[in-house]
């Protein structure tokens, strides 16, 4: 996930989310013109000022951390899918503790997502 970011890619599907289909589609099937689509692409919120300095490396070092944080929560979030799978499906309570983990990994891993979003744009890659 961390490297569709990288790349500038969506791994959460959400860019179309807001208006129609991610990949462009048919805008006259949209309800709107070519020109509405120009429209939206040039109206961009304003850019976050680059960091340089002292604040680059800081933020440099703080991605990388979160980086790091991201693989384990990953690697966390395997096992926990595997105890789930190897667990007794009528243990209700066991599954429900373990889906807990889950969501709160999952949890934790968008809020590092977001900041280290953030921390990209800030320091302009």
């Known amino acids: 996930m961390v490297e569709q970011l990288k790349r500038g890619e969506d791994p959460l599907g959400l860019e179309g989310a807001a208006g129609g289909p991610a990949t462009g ?3 006259a099937a949209n309800g709107g013109g070519s020109a509405d689509a120009a429209s939206a692409a040039t109206t ?14 800081d933020a440099s070092r703080r991605v990388s951390a979160i980086e790091r944080k ?20 009528s243990d209700y309570a066991g599954l429900n503790e373990l889906n807990g983990q889950l969501q709160a990994l999952a949890a934790e891993s968008d809020g590092l997502e977001a900041e280290w979003l953030d921390l990209s744009e800030q320091m302009g890659q």
Do not use: V
């Open 44 to 57: 961009t919120e304003p850019e976050a000022p680059k960091l340089s300095g002292k604040a680059y490396a």
């Open 25 to 27: 589609g048919d805008s």
């Open 70 to 89: 991201l693989e384990k929560i990953a690697t966390q979030k395997e096992q926990i899918e595997a105890q789930m799978a190897a667990h007794d499906p």
